[in-house]
């Protein structure tokens, strides 16, 4: 079982920043796709952007060129940058941490990390 806990959540102005952390409790970290998902009220949850053990990464078009996934595999943590935030950015934001073995998918969730953003 992993144990993951988002911080860094918080109110925010259009425009500004903020950076969440993902720590996990593990130590196989290394080997995770770790990933950051929202889900906005009465919308589904959706992906914003996941970072492979091998540090390659993927984003939702919507946060393409504002937010930065990143992780540091010696404090088993995964960031997330958010720049440039939108009022639509707005949800609450989960870490995820997935893995495969033997034909059997492995799936963790954090919490959850309310980010708003108004003026």
């Known amino acids: 079982q992993v144990q993951l806990v988002e911080s860094g959540g918080g109110l925010v102005q259009p425009g500004g920043s903020l950076r969440l952390s993902c720590a996990a409790s593990?130590?196989?970290?290394?080997?995770?796709?770790m990933g950051w998902y929202r889900q906005a009220p009465g919308k589904q949850r959706e992906l914003v952007a996941t970072?492979?053990?091998?540090?390659?990464?993927n984003y939702a078009d919507s946060v393409k060129g504002r937010f930065t996934i990143s992780r540091d595999n010696a404090k088993n943590t995964v960031y997330l940058q958010m720049n440039s935030l939108k009022p639509e950015d707005t949800a609450v934001y989960s870490c995820?941490?997935?893995?495969?073995?033997?034909?059997?998918?492995?799936?963790?969730w954090g919490q959850g990390t309310q980010v708003t953003v108004s003026s």
């Open positions: 593990t130590s196989i970290f290394s080997i995770y796709v």
């Open positions: 995820n941490a997935h893995r495969t073995s033997r034909n059997h998918d492995y799936d963790y």
């Open positions: 970072i492979s053990s091998g540090s390659s990464t």
